[in-house]
Every structure is written in structure tokens, then in C-alpha cells.
T-cell receptor, first 112, second 117 residues
Framework: AQSVTQPDIHITVSEGASLELRCNYS??????LFWYVQSPGQGLQLLLK??????LVQGIKGFEAEFKRSQSSFNLRKPSVHWSDAAEYFC??????????FGTGTRLQVFP | GAVVSQHPSWVICKSGTSVKIECRSL??????MFWYRQFPKQSLMLMAT?????????EQGVEKDKFLINHASLTLSTLTVTSAHPEDSSFYIC?????????????FGPGTRLTVT
């Protein structure tokens, strides 16, 4: 069955610390992979996506993610977190950009 | 660019009534729109996909007679929850895609919180 797992429901980091949000997927073929961020009152915003090619993808706001086929993972990273990064983060997978399967999300809290 | 709006942002209705939620693409033509439902602390679940001028395609388990979707123009799609019941209370999110950009990316609206009393 196709699924996305985000093992961490809630993560708390200090401002300036590094961040890694985990995402594992189960999919029958090479998927399209996405990370979205959701802030209160705003729609989901695409941080980055992987379709093919270089497995390390750069996104907006200083985020990056690495596709590891052997581990079925697409973890999101940021070297130095800012207070404005506090939000809900969703990993998603799909055969294309239409039918996306979302994970349950990871809520990031940033302490000053 | 690529802004999607939803109206209303929140709505409370009585059980048995119908409520309409609008989704608009403000600065691009949305050839395809998607409707999602999000329960608290859960992921977004795709309800249906609609292409402008065509009938919506519903995901398995979604009642098409209960959740009426209309995509009559390239900038507007509506979701009508008919004969709403408390279990329909949820956060409804739409997204839109413009095939013409070649980016094939979904742009999401801010969501509508529906509470059925």
C-alpha cells in the first residue's frame, strides 16, 4: 500500500540549531516527493520537490532534502533554524503532481 | 503569484443544512482543482479532483452526492456539503494547478473550517 510516514509528531529545537525532519514512504514506483509547510491561516507552501536527477534538492527558505532510494526516505534538513520556521511540515508522495499522499505532519516549535 | 483563496475561512452551520465553499485562483488559470479534507492532527486526504468543465473524479469512499463539486470556470471551484452532519465537521482545503505553466505544481488555499452543530 502507498503511504507516507512522518515518525515525529512534534519537534522542538532552539533557534540557530540544525533541523532534520524525517519522512519515509512506501510506493510501488519511483515517486515524486514533496515537502510542504503549513502556517496557521495560510495554505500549504511548497518548500521543495524531487522528481529525478540529483538526489539532494535545494528549496526555499534555506531548506534541503535528500532522496535515499535504499532507505525509502526523503528527510528535510536546515542547518540553522529561525523562529519563523515554526509551523507544520508535511511530506507528500505521488506518481505525478496530481494524487498526492500526505504524511500526518510534524509540528516544529522553535525556542529562542 | 500563484495565489489561491478560499471563502469562507470558517463556517458554522446546523445539522441538515448545506454549505458552499469557494476556491478561487487569483492570478492564474486553474485547469485542475483538488479538494482535500484534513482532520485534527491528521494528514490531508484527497477527496476529489476536478477539471474545468468536467465532472469531478471522487476518491474511493467519498460520497459524490454529499460533496458536490463544481468547476465551472478556470478560476473558481465550489464544494457544497449537502445535508451536513456533525461528522462532516473538518478542515477543507483546495488546491489548484495550471497545466499551462509546465510547473505541474499544486497551489493550496488557506482552508475552510466547517463546524456542523
Amino acid at each position: 500500500a502507498q503511504s507516507v510516514t512522518q515518525p515525529d509528531i512534534h519537534i522542538t529545537v532552539s533557534e540557530g540549531a540544525s533541523l532534520e525532519l524525517r519522512c519515509n514512504y512506501s510506493y510501488g514506483a519511483t515517486p515524486y516527493l514533496f515537502w510542504y509547510v503549513q502556517s496557521p491561516g495560510q495554505g500549504l507552501q511548497l518548500l521543495l520537490k524531487y522528481f529525478s536527477g540529483d538526489t539532494l534538492v535545494q528549496g526555499i527558505k534555506g531548506f534541503e532534502a535528500e532522496f535515499k532510494r535504499s532507505q525509502s526516505s526523503f528527510n528535510l534538513r536546515k542547518p540553522s533554524v529561525h523562529w519563523s520556521d515554526a509551523a507544520e511540515y508535511f511530506c507528500a508522495v505521488g506518481a505525478n503532481t496530481d494524487k498526492l499522499i500526505f504524511g500526518t505532519g510534524t509540528r516544529l516549535q522553535v525556542f529562542p | 503569484g500563484a495565489v489561491v483563496s478560499q471563502h469562507p475561512s470558517w463556517v458554522i452551520c446546523k445539522s441538515g443544512t448545506s454549505v458552499k465553499i469557494e476556491c478561487r485562483s487569483l492570478d492564474f488559470q486553474a485547469t485542475t482543482m483538488f479538494w482535500y479534507r484534513q482532520f485534527p492532527k491528521q494528514s490531508l486526504m484527497l477527496m476529489a479532483t476536478s477539471n474545468e468543465g468536467s465532472k469531478a473524479t471522487y476518491e474511493q469512499g467519498v460520497e459524490k452526492d454529499k460533496f458536490l463539486i463544481n468547476h465551472a470556470s478556470l478560476t473558481l471551484s465550489t464544494l457544497t456539503v449537502t445535508s451536513a452532519h456533525p461528522e462532516d465537521s473538518s478542515f477543507y482545503i483546495c488546491s489548484a494547478r495550471d497545466q499551462g505553466t509546465g510547473l505541474e505544481e499544486q497551489y493550496f488555499g488557506p482552508g475552510t473550517r466547517l463546524t456542523v452543530t
